[in-house]
């Protein structure tokens, strides 16, 4: 499954039972909605293809893993149901990383934020750089990272998140994100996270699929309500986004 256009693209290609899905955007590796739908339905097919043992989760380039939201799309909302369905975006790529049946292996060479930080914790193992600081920089837009917060607080700690979470302005350091389990693994350069990385999933593809797809469900036990919790995060935020505070603070943003 490849589409690239100027908007953005989701490719995933199968190697040695490995699925390596890859996007990429212009803005940082930011998701709109389309790139946001194209996920989840790539996950969705592979998670049903019995030739896929364990999926890599990358983006584009040696620059940010991923900025989160497109502020492009944010400032075009202008109802409570446009602001609802662009984050029920967020909302299907977590559910579908969590109902996956199989592992997920994430790999973040740069910088995280919002959204991006939600993916990397809905990974089942993450491979990172020095080079990939984390924020979540919600709540300085007048939002909130309602949606990820599940995923994030499950990963890392409600106590790790809320300190995430308040200090919006502020990047924390990929070590800080090693330490409370956001990050597996951390590694000086690119070059030797992508060998430790084809080390790491050829192992894992090696092992019996069916105890994996049995292991996934165990490391995700007691999900399932996010079913229909992270899509009433999404109306929280979809009416936020809607406040004049957001559309001023984006719109300095992108000065």
Request: neutral net charge; proline residues 2%; contains cysteine.
């Amino acid at each position: 499954m490849n589409t690239t256009n100027t908007n953005g693209f989701i490719e995933s290609k199968i190697n040695n039972n490995i699925a390596t899905i890859t996007f990429g955007h212009p803005a940082s590796n930011s998701f709109p909605t389309h790139l946001l739908k194209e996920l989840t339905e790539t996950l969705n097919v592979i998670s049903e293809n019995n030739a896929v043992s364990i999926v890599i989760l990358k983006s584009q380039g040696d620059g940010a893993f991923c900025a989160g939201a497109s502020f492009d799309e944010l400032l075009s909302i202008n109802n409570f149901e446009e602001g609802k369905t662009f984050f029920s975006g967020f909302a299907n790529v977590i559910n579908a990383m969590r109902t996956c049946n199989k592992i997920i292996v994430g790999r973040v060479q740069g910088k995280a934020v919002g959204g991006g930080v939600g993916l990397a914790s809905a990974c089942d193992y993450v491979f990172a750089t020095q080079k990939a600081s984390i924020k979540l920089s919600e709540l300085a837009i007048g939002i909130g990272p309602f949606v990820i917060e599940p995923v994030v607080s499950r990963k890392i700690g409600k106590t790790a998140t809320t300190q995430l979470t308040l200090t919006a302005h502020d990047w924390k350091t990929p070590q800080w994100a090693f330490e409370k389990g956001l990050y597996s693994e951390i590694f000086d350069s690119t070059d030797e996270m992508d060998l430790a990385l084809e080390k790491f999933t050829l192992k894992l593809a090696s092992y019996n699929p069916d105890s994996l797809k049995e292991m996934k469900q165990v490391f995700w036990e007691n999900t399932t309500h996010w079913s229909t919790l992270l899509y009433d995060r999404a109306a929280i935020s979809g009416q936020l986004v809607l406040s004049d505070f957001t559309k001023n603070a984006l719109n300095q943003l992108k000065k």
